[in-house]
């Protein structure tokens, strides 16, 4: 499939899943599996990563750019499969490309407080995305019978954009933000962060048989569907097609996203459409 892709067809039109890294390829996977039909670009903007430490307003930046060049690809739906992304940038987003359909992430704190038996429900994520406002609505909205306990990962989602999930010191970092939380009581531990999706089994087997592991991956995955499906946008007869890209280095990016799409991947270089 071209970068260019163009098309009369709008249901031809790729649906675009976009992070700064590697973390969105859990998304990636689950719409491999749920939309074999479709075309799907995958954009990490690796090039900036880690996002998590930067102002929102800079990350706000990056995803307007990457999300205008994804459009006129043309994306049919552009999934925004990075919290830190949504956090900043998904009102923006809807503001500046009305026609445009976007799906965000947001921390799944509706089904970890509703099934919660502790009352605690922890959230992994960056420090950016407990800043934006997005994450205050969420706790909210959904958690007014539970006390949701914030744990900021600096360097997590770093670590695992640059290593394989068997790598020996992993087991130490994520004990390092999980500890704390277990001890805190909460039985409800939600992955706020694509990246740490990666790394589900490991978080599981730190946190313990008695905490559950809120992955959102699937709901975001048939959100995407039923988004397209209503919008009369689904692409009812394959070849389905896969195409990553990245907007920095490309060569051990291709190595750790072979590692966990369980398959060869060549990434292609995206523009550069804003270096700082
Ligand atoms: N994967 C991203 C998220 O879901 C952020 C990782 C980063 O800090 O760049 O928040």
């Known amino acids: 499939m071209a970068l260019e892709i163009l098309t009369e067809k709008p249901e031809d039109g790729v649906i675009a899943v976009y992070d700064s890294g590697l973390g969105g390829l859990s998304i990636l996977r689950e ?20 996002y998590g430490p930067r102002p929102l307003d800079e990350v706000r930046g990056f995803a307007l750019l990457i999300a205008d060049h994804l459009l006129h690809l043309p994306a049919k739906a552009v999934v925004v499969a990075c919290n830190t992304a949504s956090a900043a940038a998904l ?3 809807r503001e500046a490309y009305p026609n445009g ?11 970890a407080a509703a099934e919660s038996r502790s009352g605690r429900v922890g959230v992994l994520a960056t420090q950016a995305t407990f800043q934006g406002e997005l994450f205050e609505s969420v706790v909210e909205r959904f958690a007014q019978d539970v006390v949701v306990v914030p744990q900021p990962c600096p360097g997590l989602a770093e670590f695992i954009e640059n290593h394989p999930p068997d790598h020996p010191v992993l087991d130490a970092m994520v004990e390092k933000f999980v500890q704390p939380l277990i001890r805190d ?5 939600v992955l706020g962060c694509t990246h740490y999706a990666l790394v589900k089994e490991t978080i599981q087997r730190i946190a313990g048989p008695d905490v559950t592991v809120v992955d959102p991956s699937p709901a975001v995955a048939r959100r995407t569907r039923a988004v397209l499906e209503e919008a009369k946008l689904l692409r009812e007869r394959g070849p389905g097609e896969v195409v990553v890209t990245a907007s920095g280095e490309t060569e051990r ?6 590692v966990h799409l369980g398959r060869a991947v060549k990434a292609k270089a995206a523009p550069v459409l804003w270096i700082t």
């Open 101 to 111: 359909l976007f799906v965000g992430m947001e921390p799944a704190v509706k089904p």
């Open 185 to 189: 009581g909460v039985d409800m531990l």
């Open 31 to 50: 719409l491999e599996r749920l939309l074999p039909d479709e075309r799907l670009l995958y954009f990490a903007d690796n090039i900036h990563m880690p």
């Open 253 to 258: 990016f291709s190595e750790n996203a072979s």
């Open 91 to 93: 009102h923006a987003l």
